[in-house]
């Protein structure tokens, strides 16, 4: 409204003018903020997700200089390895078990055994599905495991059907022997839907020393028969106990 009188004199603003909340959206014109006026506190202030993002989760970014958001499922991977779990254990144990490792989650997994060495020469390595209960399932493995001698290019197989346990390696291997050179076994192996209580598939390679230190390569597979959801497994000596112990287990994305 128009003054009556003399127009006061003009102030200027300061400090103690503005209060809070004063100044809204109306009040700062559009392209004013820039990156002067940002603090790191903006995004460490914040909490934190702490996990992977949902696919509708939104990122801020600048496509050639114009600022616009974008779902995670645009830039996250199409498929690869989530370490679910893993076990370290040089103390001498007669079993490595890793239990409750297969869930709803993944439909594959990957156990990776870097190494398994055990005391006894000439031991071969037996493998045991896990249930829910962390019992042990003794019963209804069908299997078949090739080898290949190095030095020779000799073959040898061993198979079984209706097994109490999985023999990784075949008859006469030094499959978890310290005494030669410590190597022990090294095996990438697949689980197919563990935790699905349907008949679950396996299959893998292997690399061990026979009795005489020439390099053994093996290929084992099959199918553990009961419908039974699986959820962890169990690897042991046929004899002696296991000296050294690196296993790692991965769930697979699916692409």
Do not use: C
């Not at 103690?16 to 959206?25: L, Q």
């Not at 993002?53 to 199409?78: C, H, N, Q, W």
């Amino acid at each position: 409204m128009a003054y009556i009188g003399k127009t006061p004199t003009s102030a200027p603003l300061t400090a103690s003018d503005i209060t809070n909340d004063i100044i809204n959206a109306d009040k700062i014109a559009d392209n004013a903020i820039s990156e002067e006026h940002l603090d790191a506190t903006v995004i460490t202030g914040l909490s934190a997700l702490g996990a992977e993002p949902a696919d509708t989760d939104e990122f801020l970014v600048s496509d050639a200089g114009t600022l616009k958001r974008m779902d995670y499922s645009y830039i996250k991977g199409g498929g690869g390895l989530v370490l679910v779990g893993s076990v370290t254990d040089d103390s001498g144990s007669s079993v490595i078990t890793l239990d409750n490792i297969f869930t709803s989650t993944y439909k594959s997994y990957l156990i990776q055994v870097t190494r398994l060495v055990g005391s006894s020469s000439g031991s071969n390595m037996e493998f045991l599905f896990r249930d829910s209960s962390s019992a042990d399932l003794g019963a209804n493995y069908g299997y078949v495991s090739r080898t290949l001698k190095a030095n020779d290019g000799s073959e040898s197989t061993r198979n079984g059907d209706g097994q109490s346990y999985i023999t990784i390696t075949t008859s006469g291997i030094n499959g978890v022997n310290s005494n030669i050179t410590g190597q022990g076994l090294r095996m990438s192996l697949f689980v197919a839907d563990p935790y699905a209580t349907e008949q679950t598939g396996y299959h893998g390679n292997f690399s061990v020393l026979d009795g005489g230190g020439y390099g053994i390569v093996g290929y084992m597979g099959g199918i553990h028969q009961a419908q039974t959801s699986i959820r962890g497994f169990k690897f042991r000596p046929a004899s002696g106990t296991i000296t050294k112990a690196t296993i790692r287990v991965y769930g697979l994305v699916a692409s």
